[in-house]
């Protein structure tokens, strides 16, 4: 089925840059996975109902954007998954766009936890206990893993089996991964701060493992609430 390429509102674009940004942003937004062959010249010239060498045009913008490379011969593919930008959110530029993050987690995580605790298969449940696992030893030694901290509420998102719960968390991921850097900071300085995050931790996954979705979206809520409140108000753990 042909593709419907618009230019940008007040502002006239050629052909070769409609079908460029059309193309990055199924990039960007998955459509293509890291080192997949993108169409041929001649299927992307009547995908988009263009000629070849405006085709060929938008592919040369990609190369030298970086988003795509050639092989001689086997046509063009796909540059690493990682250039990609999460779908519908742009860069953390302020304190603000942290806060109004965390507002997002706090109306979105917790329904993901009740929804987890009612519906978690047995694999499910696994990955928030291999991430609640992680944490521990981390803890322990004191230590705090943001990687870790993502893993176990990506999981509960992801556990629950609705995609959009799942789609939502890794479209965050940077996002979240900022506001989690500078909660650990503050959690170092916080005299069994560490500790206390991990148990908050524990109890929402608890919740989840005994199929309690009342118990998880409270503690859940509890848990993002007292984060962004240590974070932003010099609140103990």
């Given at each position: 089925?042909?593709?419907?390429?618009?230019?940008?509102?007040?502002?006239?674009?050629?052909?070769?840059?409609?079908?460029?940004?059309?193309?990055?942003?199924?990039?960007?937004?998955?459509?293509?996975?890291?080192?997949?062959?993108?169409?041929?010249?001649?299927?992307?010239?009547?995908?988009?109902?263009?000629?070849?060498?405006?085709?060929?045009?938008?592919?040369?913008?990609?190369?030298?954007?970086?988003?795509?490379?050639?092989?001689?011969?086997?046509?063009?593919?796909?540059?690493?998954?990682?250039?990609?930008?999460?779908?519908?959110?742009?860069?953390?530029?302020?304190?603000?766009?942290?806060?109004?993050?965390?507002?997002?987690?706090?109306?979105?995580?917790?329904?993901?936890?009740?929804?987890?605790?009612?519906?978690?298969?047995?694999?499910?449940?696994?990955?928030?206990?291999?991430?609640?696992?992680?944490?521990?030893?981390?803890?322990?030694?004191?230590?705090?893993?943001?990687?870790?901290?993502?893993?176990?509420?990506?999981?509960?998102a992801h556990a629950g089996g609705n995609p959009y719960f799942a789609t939502a968390m890794e479209a965050l991921k940077d996002h979240i991964a900022v506001g989690m850097r500078f909660h650990g900071l503050s959690l170092k300085v916080a005299p069994g701060g560490l500790t206390e995050v991990y148990r908050?931790?524990?109890?929402?996954?608890?919740?989840?493992?005994?199929?309690?979705?009342?118990?998880?979206?409270?503690?859940?809520?509890?848990?993002?609430?007292?984060?962004?409140?240590?974070?932003?108000?010099?609140?103990?753990?």
């Amino acid at each position: 089925m042909a593709r419907q390429i618009q230019g940008r509102p007040g502002k006239r674009r050629n052909l070769g840059e409609m079908v460029f940004d059309s193309l990055v942003n199924s990039i960007k937004s998955g459509a293509y996975e890291a080192d997949e062959r993108l169409p041929t010249e001649q299927d992307l010239a009547r995908e988009f109902q263009v000629s070849r060498p405006v085709v060929r045009e938008a592919l040369q913008q990609l190369r030298d954007q970086g988003l795509i490379y050639s092989r001689r011969g086997a046509g063009s593919f796909v540059r690493n998954a990682g250039l990609r930008k999460p779908l519908g959110f742009g860069q953390v530029e302020s304190i603000a766009d942290l806060s109004s993050c965390y507002e997002f987690r706090i109306t979105l995580e917790p329904e993901a936890a009740a929804v987890a605790a009612g519906r978690h298969e047995a694999d499910g449940l696994a990955r928030i206990g291999a991430a609640l696992d992680l944490m521990r030893d981390a803890t322990d030694r004191q230590r705090h893993r943001e990687d870790a901290d993502f893993a176990f509420h990506n999981a509960i998102a992801h556990a629950g089996g609705n995609p959009y719960f799942a789609t939502a968390m890794e479209a965050l991921k940077d996002h979240i991964a900022v506001g989690m850097r500078f909660h650990g900071l503050s959690l170092k300085v916080a005299p069994g701060g560490l500790t206390e995050v991990y148990r908050e931790h524990q109890a929402i996954f608890e919740a989840i493992r005994e199929r309690s979705p009342d118990r998880a979206r409270d503690l859940m809520r509890r848990h993002l609430t007292g984060s962004r409140d240590r974070l932003f108000e010099g609140r103990r753990a």
